[in-house]
């Protein structure tokens, strides 16, 4: 069984509609220039609602220590995304302060991409292979594009790892044949509208999945 992560959460229907669909993760992004950005109220909120069973994932981008500290004082995080160009020290560094599991997402748009997934392989707990963002993007994840799955196909790492970047209902089990993820991270295909979560959509791909 294929472990879905539906990231991007911002409402408590959501929440309800990750967890209804079997998700194994969910997903609330920190980053400012999100249309799908949280506060750290709302995802203590949000957080509250999430059923046993599913990892809650805390996604930051270059944070300080000051940012996280106040993330993770107030939100009951069990896994911290760092999805910005930290380096694999500072992946280590986040991992010792604050005692969870640290999974650090890589872009991917060429074979050249992939040596760095080894040395971060062995600082994190996970890795997550998501599109590299086009030039000048806004965001460095959460684009709706999707790499070449052939650069992965039959590749494994030392750690868990997830595919993300692209994924719909429509194209994901054809991803997870091609690549043999595990796991799988999706945000922009499972939206109505950008940034909004559609409950339809995320039964939908769970379904595909199946
Ligand atoms: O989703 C965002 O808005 C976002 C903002 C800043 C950094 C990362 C972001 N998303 C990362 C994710 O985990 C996405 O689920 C992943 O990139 C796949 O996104 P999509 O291609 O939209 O499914």
């Not at 030392?158 to 044949?177: D, F, I, K, S, Y």
């Amino acid at each position: 069984m294929v472990a879905i992560k539906f990231c991007g959460l911002s409402r408590a229907e959501d929440v309800e509609a990750a967890a209804a669909a079997g998700a194994r993760y969910v997903g609330f992004v920190f980053f400012a220039k999100s249309p799908r950005c949280v506060s750290i109220e709302q995802a203590r909120d949000l957080a509250l609602e999430v059923p046993m069973g599913i990892a809650k994932v805390g996604l930051v981008v270059n944070p300080s220590d000051a940012d996280l500290d106040a993330i993770i004082a107030a939100v009951p995080l069990d896994i911290i995304q760092l999805h910005g160009s930290e380096s694999p020290e500072r992946v280590a560094e986040v991992k010792a302060r604050y005692g969870l599991p640290v999974m650090k997402a890589v872009g991917i748009s060429s074979a050249e991409d992939l040596p760095q997934l080894d040395a971060y392989a062995a600082v994190a707990d996970q890795i997550l292979l998501d599109a590299k963002p086009p030039k000048g993007a806004d965001l460095p994840g959460g684009n709706g594009l999707a790499f070449d799955w052939r650069l992965i196909a039959g590749r494994d790492w030392t750690v868990p790892w997830m595919l993300a970047g692209g994924l719909t209902p429509q194209n994901a089990a054809e991803a997870v044949r091609m690549t043999g993820a595990q796991q799988v991270d999706v945000s922009s295909g499972v939206e109505g509208a950008r940034g909004v979560k559609d409950a339809g959509k995320i039964a939908d791909f769970a379904a595909a999945l199946t």
